[in-house]
């Protein structure tokens, strides 16, 4: 009998989603629970394979029915080992060999990747840059993460780092990064840079949201903070611009809120700065999927893994 | 009978190297002749056609035992369809079928494609990244071309212009570049903008070979020459090196001539600069084919259009 179902997880810092995919990772059915960032190794693989166990037996399934459960993690992965390298913000977590400690306690085949690169592939395959060849997928957060889809497959580098887009210098001198760089474009855009910006400017701490919606209402200072991250954004994105030639740019995350005003920027940015062609080439799109395209990501690794 | 040579043809603004290649792509035979910049058009691909007949001739080989002809070529090629679109120096050139005119006149399989993608392959395959699997290779000229080996192969992204490492914005705002960027890689480190600074440093024109020999006998304001071009260059390869995760980046053309005080310098700056995991994984080294780049990769070139 051919297996039918997939199970994709997201695995953030303070929440578990969990979905159950049909074979071309569409949501069935998905479930948030939340994670206690400070739990142990152990309690978050049990509560791991705990999600896995109830999900099945609420559609009735069995173990062998699954295609697999496909894992998108917030830290560096080695994805043909199915190694989690670290946590950034979960301790306790070095070089876990994760996938076949899942395996072992599922008897699924199981396959991780970090978060940036499982939403590229959602984004790519059922999102915002379908169709396209080569995409470049951000997310724009407390960090900037990215993914690249080149030639059509997810690109991962030769240490399963590719993708810091987020810390691509756009000047040679400026605020240190937390990576230990230099004027890294996350040092200017990330949530936190934008947040004391924020502060400076209205003397008082506004959510990001909110200075989004003053923004869209017209409020000068509000627009100068927007168009003030688009155009270090749209720098950056000559950079990607000018060495991979990609038809698509997708951008998500809290900060892509900011929409029109955001992204009108972002692409008058390139189309100034950018070479003609490359330019004329790349549309930049908000990304589609939202919440869910950790979960669809992480079900379409599994695809990736069994080819 | 198995077909056992390629052609090799390398197009520079002032010259034509054709090379009889085995099918290792191994160099038999290679020759230079000038090639008029200010030939027609028609000229030029007699005077391509012509070198072919006169290396067969030579060999006392027949065309049909020729696997094909490789061109690199001075200018953006749609690899695929084997058009060039045009040259920067070489006027008459607009989106010329240049394979299928030489196929129709030399009755050989032709394949063309960009210098820098052509150095890149020989490189990669049989020169300094040699079983690197993420090879970023970059001539420092005039001009600072690119080609990216990704994954093993060559990419060429959307539009067949990926690799324009030279047009980096390094800096938010700084010089002009000819492209119509502002602060690109090339604005910085292109051998105009080397001469420039020398000529105000030293207050004469000095060859640049001539201020590498200095630097290398220990000339100070030499040194800070050299010093600051690798600098500049080791942001920009920064960018690269946190966006793609290479294993390898190879550096070619006149001024990596400079040899060990830029490469010392442009690897502590990626040391300094990128992310770890990614500066550990790269090494910076010195392009091995020198001229005969351009003919290997050309033949190579065909090896990859026949798969």
């Not at 810092?13 to 629970?33: E, P, V, W």
């Not at 009735?60 to 043909?80: E, K, Q």
């Not at 996938?99 to 959602?122: C, F, G, S, Y």
């Not at 760089?181 to 949201?209: H, M, T």
């Amino acid at each position: 009998m051919a297996k039918k179902h997939i199970i994709g997880i997201d695995l953030g810092g303070t929440n578990l989603k969990i979905a159950l995919l049909d074979r071309s990772c569409r949501i069935i059915h998905k479930h948030t629970q939340p994670t206690d960032i400070l739990a142990s190794k152990e309690m978050l693989i049990t509560a791991i394979a705990d999600a896995i166990t109830r999900i099945l037996s609420l559609y009735n399934l069995t173990r062998s029915g699954i295609m697999g459960v496909g894992l998108g993690l917030p830290g560096p992965i080695d994805f043909d080992r199915g190694i989690v390298h670290f946590f950034p913000n979960i301790p306790g977590w070095k070089d876990v060999p994760l996938q076949k400690i899942l395996e072992k306690r599922t008897a699924i085949p199981v396959a991780v990747d970090n978060d940036a690169n499982v939403m590229a592939l959602a984004e790519f395959t059922l999102g915002a840059a379908k169709g396209a060849r080569n995409a470049v997928c951000l997310t724009l957060g407390t960090g900037v993460g990215g993914g690249l889809i080149l030639d059509g497959r997810l690109f991962r580098g030769s240490s399963y780092a590719a993708g810091e887009i987020g810390h691509i210098p756009v000047n040679e001198k400026g605020p240190a990064c937390n990576c230990g760089g230099i004027a890294c474009l996350e040092s200017y855009i990330g949530n936190r840079r934008i947040a004391q910006k924020v502060k400076a400017v209205f003397g008082k701490d506004i959510p990001l949201e909110e200075v989004s919606a003053m923004a869209h209402r017209g409020n000068r200072k509000a627009l100068a903070i927007w168009e003030s991250v688009a155009v270090h954004l749209g720098v950056g994105l000559t950079a990607v611009v000018n060495l991979l030639n990609p038809d698509c740019i997708v951008i998500g995350g809290g900060v892509a809120g900011a929409g029109s005003i955001l992204f009108n920027k972002v692409t008058e940015t390139i189309l100034l700065r950018a070479m003609l062609v490359h330019a004329r080439t790349v549309r930049v799109v908000k990304a589609k999927l939202g919440n869910d395209a950790g979960m669809i990501g992480a079900g379409l690794l599994v695809k990736e893994k069994r080819r």
